[in-house]
């Protein structure tokens, strides 16, 4: 029993490639994760089965991040709005900063500006839902418990944008962290289901542009392929209590024909999904995923890549955990697995030293 008091069942490192994978199995559901679980098998689940069937009608899909207005932050963390490129961002700014000392233990800087880490964050919602006030909770939570500020980042969607709109504006997001004097060494890629595949294409982007590779990518229940065929193979496509089998296929018919009508150059491109890429250039990983998940298959498959890869990977297996289970803070899980990121960005934070040139939320 270590960092936060998760219970593993002891398992050793899986070895798929040069690099052996630190799976960690998360034993135990307790009762609200078990209720959560129950609550969306028989709500969200047939909505979605709905919107699989439909997806090609104009649903409001910004109701969804309107509703996230009556989340609010946690603790006293402070939000402040930033214009990006081509899309808005907002600095969800930690009410408790804390650094690692010359041995490695956190202090508490006397000022924001020695702070040495810093989270760029893509939110989840299958590339259509979501933004920053659905996930202002989630995004000051991992701020409060990390220590460090977050740049949560409100892309550009489906239908109106392909996926490789989004990727850019993380991109941009990336820039902006370096501009406002952040070192990459300092900045840590983090986003859920979609936004942890975006996590992933933001990171492959930087290394194409010859930008500096970031810290650490924290994936929190990712999607990393866009190819239906593995998920549906799975026996959690009928397992999932959030998604129903039908849901996968539909969004990537979606995306193909987002991607058919909006073309770049003139061109369709060919997709790139994270597990087929050359992940060589990739910083240390953070996977997160509940057992039961459609996407666990998905992780699986990227911690394989990412061990072949030779690349760090710690894949955390979370028993019978709902997707995206870090947002829901009534559960105890919750709470443990946000401790858990906490734990890896103070072990890849490089710098031991202050960073006066640091200047959040500039």
Not at 52 to 71: F, I, N, Q
Not at 72 to 84: E, H, K, N, S
Not at 172 to 196: H, K
Request: glycine share 8%; net charge positive; aromatic share 6%.
């Amino acid at each position: 029993m270590r960092r936060g008091g998760a219970l593993r069942a002891p398992t050793p490192s899986h070895r798929y490639g040069t690099t052996p994978v630190d799976r960690q199995d998360f034993a135990g559901t307790s009762v609200q994760g078990k209720a959560l679980a129950a609550y969306l098998r028989t709500t969200v689940r047939p909505f979605l089965g709905v919107w699989a069937r439909t997806h090609s009608l104009p649903w409001p899909t910004g109701l969804v991040d309107a509703a996230g207005r009556l989340l609010p932050p946690v603790g006293t963390t402070r939000c402040t709005p930033v214009r990006l490129d081509n899309c808005r961002a907002e600095w969800i700014h930690s009410d408790r900063p804390r650094r690692l000392d010359a041995s490695g233990r956190s202090e508490t800087p006397r000022r924001r500006a020695d702070r040495d880490r810093v989270v760029l964050y893509l939110h989840g919602g299958a590339f259509v839902v979501c933004g920053l006030n659905s996930h202002r909770r989630l995004t000051s939570r991992i701020a409060h418990t990390t220590g460090a500020d977050v740049l949560a980042i409100d892309y550009r969607m489906m239908p109106r944008n392909p996926i490789s709109h989004a990727v850019e504006d993380g991109v941009d997001g990336y820039r902006y962290l370096l501009d406002a004097g952040y070192r990459p060494e300092q900045i840590f890629i983090a986003g859920d289901s979609a936004g942890g595949y975006l996590s992933f294409m933001v990171a492959l982007a930087i290394t194409s542009l010859g930008l500096p590779q970031a810290a650490g990518i924290m994936a929190l229940s990712p999607l990393t392929d866009l190819d239906p065929s593995r998920k549906m193979a799975h026996p959690n496509a009928s397992r999932c209590p959030v998604f129903p089998a039908g849901a996968v296929p539909a969004l990537t018919a979606l995306a193909d024909s987002v991607e058919a009508r909006i073309v770049v150059e003139g061109q369709r491109g060919p997709r790139v999904c994270p597990v087929d890429a050359d992940l060589s250039d990739m910083p240390p990983v953070l996977l997160q995923v509940g057992s039961n998940e459609m996407v666990y298959a998905d992780s699986e498959l990227m911690a394989e890549r990412l061990s072949e890869a030779g690349v760090e990977c710690r894949l955390q297996v979370w028993e019978n955990q709902v997707h995206v289970f870090q947002a829901a803070d009534f559960v105890p899980e919750s709470g443990r697995a946000i401790r858990e990121i906490a734990a890896f960005v103070d072990e890849h934070v490089a710098s031991r030293r202050p960073v006066s040139a640091v200047r959040p939320g500039a």
